[in-house]
């Protein structure tokens, strides 16, 4: 039987239920957070966390897998007592979430170094617990797969190979990134069924998603909510498509809610966020928005329970297992 690490230890994954694969209770600035710690409201953010996973359960989920890495304030203490008070299951990563810039000390060490330290947190533990980490995550983006996007790429695929831990990948289909970013895996030597490119359902190109999947990675249609980047219409005209080619056993069903985020915690100050809002730039974003809306509109378009069990069910339980 596969398993698979939890903050609450590890698991056989037949445990994990239906499963969120990219969401985020928890992100912020780490070095905002380092300096200026008073503009933090740690009761405010935990208590939002909280709620938002009992409407998660409420849902029938079981397992949240939160892909917070460096540069978006991973904490897996916090991120361990929100599973102890929520009963939810969460899955934590480690990896470097940039588009671009590195810091010093990572820009002047090599990729096996950086391996080595992605590998102690999947196999002696992170920040000094010993929660392990499931998952390796990375990113590319606007800036595309440059020199610094490349290292951490080339570390996080050298300690999959060594560990057997799965890659997800922040992607930028309309940077065209998706394809350089396999290719830098498969070079590597990852495995295609350890791979998955997230934010894939950003785009409705079906010739981009199509040439991805014939390499055999999964694709993350993972930021439903998200209409800035795409409308819900298309994200959902083009899983039903994807599904009539079939392609289930390949795709992810997520929303990439981000509580800071959404709450004007972090990246935007709330006024902003209203701003946003108001300008139809995520009007239906929350974790629960699938369940709410996008589940029941794809079922009338045809998606069956089975279909939906694979995406959110079997496809983790493959992809996690090790
Ligand atoms: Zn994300």
Redesign the pocket.
């Known amino acids: 039987m596969a398993t698979v690490e939890t903050v609450g230890g590890r698991i056989d994954v037949d445990e994990l239920g239906l499963t969120l694969i990219?969401e985020?209770f928890f992100s912020s600035d780490e070095a905002v957070t380092a300096q200026w710690p008073h503009v933090r409201d740690y009761d405010r953010e935990f208590q939002l966390a909280v709620e938002t996973a009992q409407a998660v359960k409420s849902h029938g989920v079981k397992t949240v897998v939160e892909?917070t890495a460096m540069l978006l304030g991973r904490d897996v203490r916090a991120s361990q007592r929100l599973a102890q008070e929520s009963g939810l299951q969460i899955i934590v990563c480690t990896g470097v979430y940039t588009y671009d810039h590195l810091p010093q000390f990572l820009l002047n060490r090599s990729e096996d170094f950086i391996a080595d330290l992605f590998v102690h947190d999947i196999e002696q533990g992170i920040q000094g617990t010993d929660i392990k980490a499931a998952f390796l995550k990375c990113a590319a983006d606007e800036a595309g797969v440059n020199e610094r996007v490349e290292k951490v790429h080339r570390a996080a695929a050298r300690a999959s190979v060594r560990t057997g831990a799965p890659i997800m990948a922040?992607s930028r289909p309309a940077s065209d990134t998706g394809g350089r970013q396999v290719e830098i895996f498969l070079e590597e030597g990852v495995a295609p069924e350890k791979i998955q490119i997230?934010h894939t359902g950003d785009t409705d190109d079906l010739d981009y998603i199509q040439r991805l999947l014939d390499q055999g990675v999964y694709i993350g249609l993972d930021r439903y909510g998200i209409d800035l980047f795409l409308p819900t219409p298309q994200r959902n005209a083009t899983t039903l498509e994807l599904l009539g080619r079939g392609h289930v056993e390949r795709m992810f069903l997520s929303q990439?809610f981000?509580v800071p985020i959404a709450n004007g915690l972090d990246w935007y100050p709330p006024e902003v966020v209203e701003e946003l809002q108001a300008a139809g730039a995520a009007t239906d974003w929350s974790m629960t928005f699938l369940f709410e809306s996008v589940i029941p509109t794809l079922k009338e378009g045809g998606m069956t329970d089975e279909q939906l069990n694979t995406m959110m069910v079997e496809n983790p339980k493959r992809w996690l297992g090790v």
Do not use: E, G, T, V
């Open positions: 990219h985020h892909p922040h997230a990439d981000d």
